[in-house]
């Protein structure tokens, strides 16, 4: 949710924390602030509004000397965005401050103890109260202050805590959200995440959750919550810097478009052995497999509908019950779980907070989960039995495309497998289905290419109120998804429906000129879609068609109709997602909307 960065060495602190937070933006932009010890105190800038607001302020880290300090960018939650509640918050005598992201649930409670001891507060954030909390433990020996803080606070947090009186140590700690550290020879860092550091150090560390990390300029000692010394193992990040730079694109959103052949072949390619589709991650036998009863999806926002789509290709293929879930349902309404049961939980970040506590949930009730997570070491992929990951690289653009794509493409594999294993998928259909899984990465680069069609199209809509997506089956779970792209980026209302449902109440919102986005790539459905986009077009709408090439006579139910390339229809969803990605991006970008960091959200949800 917050961007968290530190930086204890030999250079000057200020410029790298802030190059630090440039690369964190996405995971919060409503204020920004720094805290550096001089060599006398510790000086806080800090400032409501975009990073750059706190780069002017500071001349770019000129103007805070020091090699001690860390950094913050921020995702409100408790208090409105402020140069007031901005980190870096302080105790009383400005001698401890704290940067914090999550959320400290004990916090009222707490305020309330520190405030009978005569602690005044100045802010409306529960991250203050760590700092007074620090303050009130603090009797010299910094790390049992910390410890005794974790050991009264509730919630989530990962945080970065420097002590005047012990300028030569950034203690950093965590708990459910993410925090890395990583040392170089100019020095030892913190952040939130690697993109943060990867300019400076390959060699981090992944902190667990509730230890302490006391971090010097040559060393760093690592700390369970009793104070007892740690050793841990460092791990080398394999992918490049470049990969979290825009390189050359106007933004990250765009990059990570045209990023998606590659991603589809870097989750696809690996399992596919020798005509064959091997998962080795999910460490069960064929037998084990095969026995599976029943499958429970959870996940939240864009991976909730890729895992929509992934209930209809799993019980189409390989006929097995599914239920997907929203995380923040599925958590808090005592899921029934049957044995035989397989849970599945699909992120993205693998940080995302009610994601992890529906894994833990499943868990807590013996069933094993399987986590199909992008980010390598987050907390999914470490708290999940087995992992399958999502080789999409690092994903800056807070709306999700690659990532989505590569979720896709491993519930397709699991799909066939599991088909394949129980005895649904002969010898035939199987090759057929590898042939097409081949063929995706090219015909989504066909999709990218052809653009122009849709920016064009895109272009007469910037000024649209309404837009609606419907589709039945897997294009429902399209749309579902063409819907998301399209408002949390340009801001304009838009909702998918089942295509048969649109006439139970919500066609009376369709008026002259209302565009209708109508995906219709199922064969079996086709002709059902057609009478749905009859109906809306018969009460003025306008109506934009996704389907398949083959399916030209749609032009005469269609106002508009991008067409896909051929592929089994179970994977459809793979590339008609492509021009309605693209749609929602050239609608933002005529906006003027700022795409990548669209307002209210953050790319990583690490709170309820
Ligand atoms: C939308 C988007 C979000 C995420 C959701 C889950 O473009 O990115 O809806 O899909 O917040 O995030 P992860 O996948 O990180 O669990």
């Not at 409105?80 to 980190?87: F, I, R, V």
């Not at 009222?108 to 909390?133: C, N, P, W």
């Not at 013996?366 to 990951?389: P, T």
């Amino acid at each position: 949710m917050c961007g968290i960065v530190g930086y204890i060495g030999t250079k000057q602190a200020a410029p790298i924390i802030l190059d630090g937070l440039e690369k964190l933006e996405y995971r919060g932009y409503d204020s920004a602030g720094m805290a550096v010890y001089d060599g006398k105190k510790i000086n806080i800038t800090k400032s409501v509004g975009r990073l750059k607001v706190l780069e002017n302020l500071t001349h770019g880290g000129e103007t805070l000397p020091g090699v001690c300090g860390i950094g913050h960018t921020r995702w409100a939650t408790h208090g409105a965005p402020s140069d007031t509640n901005a980190h870096p918050h302080f105790n009383k005598d400005e001698t401890i401050t704290v940067v914090h992201n999550g959320i400290i649930e004990n916090y009222i409670h707490l305020r309330q103890m520190l405030t009978d001891k005569g602690y005044e507060f100045v802010s409306d954030t529960d991250t203050e109260v760590l700092a007074h909390l620090l303050d009130y433990y603090y009797k010299g020996n910094p790390l049992e202050a910390v410890t005794k803080v974790l050991h009264r606070v509730e919630g989530s947090y990962a945080l970065g805590i420097l002590f005047a009186d012990c300028p030569d140590q950034i203690f950093a700690t965590r708990k459910d959200s993410p925090l890395i550290v990583g040392q170089s020879k100019e020095g030892c860092f913190i952040a939130s995440d690697v993109p943060a550091i990867l300019k400076y150090t390959r060699k981090v560390y992944y902190v667990d959750n509730q230890e302490v990390v006391r971090l010097r300029a040559d060393h760093m000692h690592f700390y369970t919550v009793d104070e007892e010394e740690i050793q841990k193992e460092p791990v080398t990040i394999e992918w490049d810097a470049d990969a979290a730079e825009k390189a050359g694109y106007e933004h990250f959103m765009l990059k990570e478009m045209y990023e998606q052949p590659k991603t589809v072949t870097d989750t696809l390619m690996p399992r596919i052995k020798d005509d064959d589709i091997v998962i080795d991650e999910l460490n069960m036998t064929d037998g084990e497999l095969a026995a599976i009863r029943k499958i429970h999806i959870v996940a939240c926002g864009s991976a909730y509908h890729a895992g929509v789509t992934g209930k209809y290709v799993i019980e189409g293929l390989a006929r097995i019950p599914v239920e997907v879930d929203l995380a923040s349902e599925f958590r808090y309404r005592n899921p029934i779980l049957e044995e035989g049961a397989m849970v599945v939980v699909i992120s993205q970040s693998g940080e995302t907070a009610d994601t992890l506590a529906a894994l833990r949930e499943s868990k807590a009730r013996g069933f094993k989960v399987l986590g199909i997570v992008n980010v390598v070491g987050s907390s999914i992929a470490r708290e999940a039995d087995n992992v399958m990951y999502t080789w999409a690289g690092p994903e800056i653009a807070v709306a999700t495309t690659k990532a989505y794509s590569a979720q896709l493409i491993a519930l397709y594999l699991l799909a066939v497998k599991l088909g394949r294993v129980r005895g649904g998928i002969d010898d035939q259909m199987f090759s057929s289905l590898l042939a097409d899984l081949k063929c995706l990465p090219d015909q989504i680069e066909m999709l990218l290419n052809n653009k122009q069609k849709i920016q064009k199209f895109a272009n007469r809509y910037v000024g649209a109120r309404d837009v609606f997506f419907i589709g039945r089956g897997i294009d429902y779970a399209i749309s579902l998804e063409g819907s998301l792209k399209l408002k949390e980026i340009s801001y304009i209302h838009s909702e998918a429906y089942a295509a048969g449902e649109l006439k139970h109440g919500t066609i009376s919102l369709i008026e002259e000129g209302t565009l209708v986005a109508a995906v219709s790539t199922q064969p079996d459905l086709y002709a059902k879609t057609i009478s749905n986009m009859v109906e809306v077009k018969a009460r003025g709408a306008f109506v934009l068609a996704v389907t398949c090439e083959e399916n030209k006579a749609i032009e005469k139910a269609a106002d508009y109709v991008i067409y896909i390339p051929e592929t089994n229809p179970y994977f459809a969803n793979s590339l008609a997602i492509i021009p309605l990605q693209l749609f929602g991006y050239y609608v933002a970008v005529g906006k003027g909307c700022d795409v990548d960091k669209p307002r209210n959200l953050a790319k990583s949800v690490t709170v309820e």
